[in-house]
């Protein structure tokens, strides 16, 4: 079965900084991988994700990811944090065949400092 | 476009009471339709999917039920709600074709039992 870790649960980034939140997944096979953002009390919004091809993946807000297969790795970057970017991140896989379940991270939390 | 809709936002109620969340969603059909719930700080556990009216598959044995009268409705709901059932639940849908087609979240309703 899929899993994923985001190993810091919370992140704290001085506004124009850059910014990367760590995703770790297990599984036997490339799964789909995916980043979504929550703002509080909100639902969650897709940022970005990867089927396929190239693996640097460019979303939504100015945000991108790099898919690593060695290391199994999705890790999601920013050259330039806004303040407006405060939110939880939670990364997510799911099985390339089966159903279309998604296994989510526990999140982390960013803070942006002024 | 595809919008998907929650009610009610919030709700507080007491120990022992019946719970009745709605999810809907618009602008597709034949979705796959799924509940999660968020605790604070362990982010989103799956409760339940629909493949189909009247198709429902449980992940977690628990005081919730699911059901789906409709294509494009998903109803969660308890005979009598326990303190441990507070949290905020989030309904999505997903495009029935393929894998990996991402999900798309609601608002979520926030519920708190006393």
């Known amino acids: 079965a899929q899993s994923v870790t985001q190993p810091d649960i919370h992140i704290t980034v001085s506004e124009g900084a850059s910014l990367e939140l760590r995703c770790n997944y297990s599984y036997g096979a490339t799964p789909y991988l995916f980043w979504y953002v929550q703002s509080p009390g909100q639902g969650l919004q897709l940022l970005l994700k990867y089927f396929s091809g190239d693996t640097l993946v460019q979303g939504i807000k100015g945000f991108e990811a790099e898919f690593k297969r060695s290391q199994s790795s999705f890790n999601l970057r920013k050259p330039s944090v806004h303040w407006s970017d405060a939110a939880e991140y939670f990364c997510a896989v799911g099985a390339r065949t089966g159903f279309q379940k998604l296994v989510f991270g526990t999140g982390t939390r960013l803070l942006v400092s002024p | 476009s595809q919008t998907i809709h929650q009610w009610p936002a919030t709700l507080v109620q007491p120990v022992g009471s019946p719970l009745s969340l709605e999810c809907t969603v618009e602008?597709?059909?034949?979705?796959?339709l799924y509940w999660y719930r968020q605790a604070a700080g362990r982010g989103l556990q799956l409760l339940f999917y629909s493949v189909g009216i009247g198709q429902i598959s449980s992940e977690v044995p628990q005081n919730l039920s699911a059901s789906r009268p409709q294509d494009r409705q998903f109803i969660l709901s308890s005979k009598k709600l326990l303190l441990s059932d507070s949290g905020f639940y989030l309904c999505a849908w997903s495009a029935l074709s393929g894998g990996g087609n991402e999900q798309f979240f609601g608002p979520g309703t926030r519920l708190t039992v006393l």
């Open positions: 602008g597709t059909s034949n979705p796959n």
